[in-house]
């Protein structure tokens, strides 16, 4: 009986020690825990980042290397889609280092927006749940 608990209590020692260790790991060093630095909510990307921020019926997107400043000008497009699934592309337009899109004024709450953006040759995308500001 007393070597039952020994092996027991050795094996929870263990078990809460590796645990603690991998709880101690989360969060240091992963691509997708960046701070977004214009505020907003950071994606990766190829070797860089798309920072998306909000406003009242328009959006600003930021094209970030990996060291979050802004990136060459990529080749990017942007589509909104409704909850109903209609599609429709978004005009960006330059507004110093983010691009910049209106939202349909009226219509929907809620939106996906997916970037596409070409690095390298290679067409890569992301996408955004984008709840306009009232």
């Not at 970030?64 to 990136?71: E, F, S, T, V």
């Not at 209106?102 to 995308?125: D, S, V, W």
């Amino acid at each position: 009986m007393r070597k039952t608990l020994t092996v027991l209590g050795i094996a929870l020692i263990i078990v809460l020690n590796v645990r603690g260790q991998v709880m101690a790991h989360e969060g240091h060093g992963h691509k997708d825990s960046v701070r977004a630095p214009h505020g907003g909510i950071i994606k990766p990307l190829g070797n860089g980042f798309v920072e998306l921020v909000t406003g009242r019926n328009q959006i600003k997107i930021y094209v970030l290397n990996g060291a979050l400043q802004k990136a060459a000008s990529p080749d990017l497009t942007a589509t909104l889609q409704t909850p109903k699934g209609s599609k429709e592309p978004l005009v960006l337009t330059a507004a110093g280092d983010a691009l910049q899109g209106n939202l349909p004024a009226k219509g929907a709450h809620r939106y996906t927006l997916e970037i596409t953006c070409k690095q390298g040759g290679t067409p890569q995308t992301v996408s955004f749940t984008v709840e306009p500001e009232a």
